[in-house]
């Protein structure tokens, strides 16, 4: 069965750079969620979108931009960025519709910043 | 505003026994919680639901149990084996949109 694909697996950034995360959530699946996940952290929520509109927004930095196209896939856009921005990125996706849906997690873009 | 707690130390046990992982959450009353299984740099995989009207949910060797009055769950592994070594995280959803918060994580290690 088709998953979650992210895209860039890795991402290698310097300090002040810009970085786009790339994720095409599950066919048919409505709603797509960000996570952050530092080292030994759990994951943050950063965002998410429903239907292509921004329906929850977490701990996510004024300097992060995100969005979901009419093909469903997102781009998380990251600029300025900074040392601390470095961790796994997530995406998910989900089907709303669907009771109590439980998240299909991608295997993650790993950002460093140096 | 609301807390999750999971056994923060690494659960070390030996294969075929039982592992029991714990889940403690504050300030909120779910309708349902998650449990999630993740292995070093993969995303987190689904593996259990339980809803505040279920007490038990049983999936193969996995079996969920949910005090909403304790506020905690318990995760059981009955009949480990090594490739159950990963980290399980819970998981609730506050606001009924599917933003899920995690629990930090506890590691689990069987070992042959």
């Known amino acids: 069965a088709a998953g979650v694909i992210q895209s860039p697996r890795h991402l290698i950034k310097e300090k002040r750079e810009t970085a786009t995360l790339k994720c095409y959530p599950i066919p048919r699946h409505d709603t797509v969620y960000w996570y952050q996940q530092g080292p030994g952290q759990d994951p943050q929520f950063l965002i998410s979108?429903?239907?292509?509109?921004?329906?929850d927004k977490g701990s996510i930095p004024d300097r992060f931009s995100a969005q979901q196209f009419s093909d469903y896939h997102s781009e998380l856009n990251m600029s300025s960025l900074e040392l601390g921005d470095s961790a796994l990125y997530f995406c998910a996706s989900s089907l709303r519709t669907e009771r109590n849906s439980p998240l299909h997690f991608g295997n993650g873009t790993r950002l460093t910043v140096t | 505003s609301q807390k999750i707690e999971q056994n923060s130390e690494a659960l070390n046990i030996q294969e075929g026994k039982t592992a029991t992982l714990t889940c403690n959450y504050t300030n909120y009353s779910p309708a349902y919680l998650q449990w999630y299984r993740q292995d070093p740099g993969r995303g987190p995989v689904f593996l259990l639901l339980?809803?505040?009207?279920?007490k038990e949910k049983r999936k193969e060797r996995l079996k969920v149990t949910f005090d909403t009055t304790l506020k905690q769950s318990l995760f059981h592994i009955t009949a480990s084996q090594p490739a159950d070594s990963a980290t399980y995280l819970c998981a609730l959803d506050m606001s009924n949109t599917g933003k899920l918060i995690f629990g930090q994580g506890t590691t689990l290690q069987v070992k042959p």
């Open positions: 979108f429903y239907e292509k509109m921004q329906s």
């Open positions: 339980i809803r505040e009207n279920e």
